[in-house]
């Protein structure tokens, strides 16, 4: 019987969830990285074994772990201890948690500064890792959204990385401004048809793509729309909060925008508004169901202010038509008295034929559904405040 | 020997546990001390100051001898208690904020 791996970042360490394809009693091991902030792990989808973790601190910095046997044991990728830090002509070794912003003339346009929120010019300074995004076809080669926001990208396992600085050098890299979350890059997709192809968010800068395999970026923001900014037909500053495809239909993309639920038919060249009947469309996360490319998932916020679910009800929202049309999921979620808030990387759908559904709250609760949402329950009720979470379907 | 105490999490990223013991070829400074630490500890590169500008990180403080030697320049000379062993050069994590 298969087996389900329920991979939690929170922010006081990392959690694995383990269950069989039944997906009713939960094993739960952690926490890993006790006291730092997990933003993001996840594992390949050729390697299940090889899992990827941000660790960061406030503190201490940007950390990244590697795991080879599905989280048991992990290790920093870069130089071991007692190691030398330097080859014998002196060029440095791996150092896995250094993210330095490309300056080199070589590659296209480097920046030095972004917008600030004064709107004045403010350095690019790198912050964390907000999400690891494994390759679909190496397990060694990851790539890494980073605030202030980049794409980095690592083709050893993790212990180098290097920007593709095509993206903040395609032209409007001057005018990104950080979100109230900061500026983030926290999202990517990569296409499955075409592995050229790649999506990213960023906030509060919008959606670029590349069909060159990270050379060369364009926006693709057009059709929406924020009450920030007047220009219909402005390139940058949106406040996307995530991005979602079904692998099956990679030209379709849904978006969690800062207000607004939005579709794409044509990889992003242009959106449409499908935000239909929902009761609010402030929210985090999106996803879609593993099977059915038309049935997206999002969790109503009720506001930008108020960062809760409207009523006090922790409601999934289900569209089965690609949007427009939604349905509320409340089997065996609080109906009552319930003020958690989603954050856009905290849920995630697995590959069974019953397509599992899952979602992490602020309030530290890990909910399940085996049967793409109509029934919940939660698989852990007490975990500290839960940045992301992703799911793997083993064998 | 310089003697040098660490915060729990870094201890726990270099899988130590109590001071760390190292040595120091010429001056022994800020700077010279901690060269030494991420010789020894690379996963400590980019913890305690940053990889590129060698800044200190902003929640991290240096003490020794009962002295706050955060804002000393790097290269300035430690006391000759951290110099001599006596007393240990001690990096702490800020208490800041809940």
């Known amino acids: ?395 | 020997m310089i003697r040098v105490v660490l915060p729990f999490h870094l201890r726990t990223l270099a899988r130590v546990d109590g001071e760390v013991e190292l040595e120091v070829n010429g001056p022994v400074t800020q700077r010279s001390v901690l060269d030494a630490l991420e010789a020894r500890y690379p996963v400590l590169c980019g913890t305690i100051r940053d990889h590129v500008t060698q800044q200190r990180r902003a929640f991290v403080r240096f003490f020794a001898c009962e002295e706050d030697l955060s804002h000393e320049s790097p290269d300035t000379p430690l006391p000759e208690a951290v110099a001599s062993g006596a007393e240990p050069f001690i990096v702490i994590g800020a208490i800041a904020g809940g």
Request: net charge negative.
């Open chain 1, 1 to 395: 019987m298969s087996t389900v791996r329920v991979l939690v970042g929170t922010r006081k360490g990392a959690f694995i969830l383990t269950s069989d394809g039944k997906r009713e009693t939960w094993d739960v091991n952690g926490p890993h990285f006790g006291g730092w902030e997990i933003y993001h792990l996840k594992g390949s989808p050729v390697d299940s074994n090889r899992l990827y973790a941000s660790q960061s601190s406030g503190w201490y910095g940007q950390i990244i772990q590697r795991s080879n046997d599905g989280g048991k044991t992990w290790e920093q990728p870069g130089t071991k201890p007692s190691e030398p830090t330097t080859t014998p002509d002196g060029t440095p070794m791996g150092e896995s948690n250094k993210f330095v912003y490309d300056t080199s003339s070589g590659s296209g346009k480097p920046l030095t500064t972004h917008q600030w929120y004064d709107g004045t010019q403010h350095p690019w300074e790198f912050k964390r890792v907000w999400h690891l995004e494994p390759s679909l076809t190496d397990p060694d080669t990851v790539y890494a959204g980073v605030e202030d926001a980049a794409l980095f990208r690592s083709t050893d396992g993790g212990q180098t990385w290097q920007e593709l600085s095509g993206l903040r050098g395609h032209g409007s890299g001057a005018q990104w401004a950080p979100g109230a979350g900061g500026m983030c890059l926290h999202t990517i997709l990569l296409d499955p048809s075409n592995p050229e192809r790649i999506f990213i968010g960023i906030s509060a800068a919008g959606a670029f793509r590349t069909d060159d395999g990270g050379k060369t970026w364009r926006p693709i923001n057009r059709g929406l729309k924020s009450q920030y900014i007047p220009d219909p037909n402005a390139e940058i500053g949106f406040c996307v909060h995530r991005l979602a495809m079904n692998r099956s239909r990679p030209n379709v993309l849904f978006m969690q925008l800062h207000w607004d639920v939005m579709r794409s038919d044509n990889a992003g060249d242009s959106w449409r508004e499908v935000s239909g009947n929902l009761p609010t469309d402030f929210g985090f996360p999106i996803d879609v169901h593993a099977h059915e490319p038309n049935t997206v998932y999002v969790v109503p916020i009720k506001s930008d202010s108020e960062h809760y679910p409207p009523d006090g009800k922790l409601r999934v929202y289900r569209s089965r038509t690609g949007g427009d049309e939604w349905e509320a999921l409340t089997n065996g979620l609080p109906q009552r008295d319930c003020y958690v808030n989603v954050l856009r990387d905290a849920m995630a759908v697995d590959s069974l034929d019953s397509c599992g559904i899952y979602f992490g709250t602020s309030g530290g609760q890990v909910y399940a559904s085996a049967d793409a949402g109509d029934h919940w329950a939660p698989i852990v009720r007490d975990l500290p405040p839960v940045v992301s979470v992703e799911v793997q379907t083993l064998p």
